[in-house]
């Protein structure tokens, strides 16, 4: 069974920063792709961070380009999102996705697998 376990969220003010972590079990982890997304109250879920299986490759949302950077531990089964830069529209409960089929991409459809979100507050 996939499990995904997100940990990291907290309330930090305006140019802050934080480090999310999603810890994995149950599967490959090393042969999944993985992404990060965030949902804000009254608003869609939004893809903003994806990483390939080997980690060399990711792909951002423009929202958080040049300050959020997506990267894995494979040798630990861990993803991680370190956040510089916040804003208070980066406000929102974020969560980690796991795909198994190859495709780099920050669409919610694609993802198979899914965290209990973690929740990050930016205050101005």
């Known amino acids: 069974q996939v499990q995904l376990v997100e940990s990291g969220g907290g309330s930090v003010q305006a140019g802050g920063s934080l480090r999310l972590s999603c810890a994995a079990s149950?599967?490959?982890?090393?042969?999944?792709?993985l992404g990060w997304f965030r949902q804000a109250p009254g608003k869609e879920r939004e893809g903003i961070a994806a990483?390939?299986?080997?980690?060399?490759?990711?792909k951002y949302a423009d929202s958080v380009k040049g300050r959020f950077t997506i990267s894995r531990d494979n040798a630990k089964d861990t993803l991680y999102l370190q956040m510089d830069g916040l804003k208070p529209e980066d406000t929102a409960i974020y969560y980690c996705?796991?795909?198994?089929?190859?495709?780099?991409?920050?669409?919610?459809?694609?993802?198979?697998?899914w965290g209990q979100g973690t929740q990050v507050t930016v205050s101005s």
């Open positions: 990483i390939g299986a080997g980690g060399l490759t990711t």
């Open positions: 149950g599967y490959l982890f090393s042969a999944y792709f």
């Open positions: 996705a796991a795909k198994r089929r190859y495709g780099l991409t920050l669409r919610p459809a694609d993802f198979d697998y």
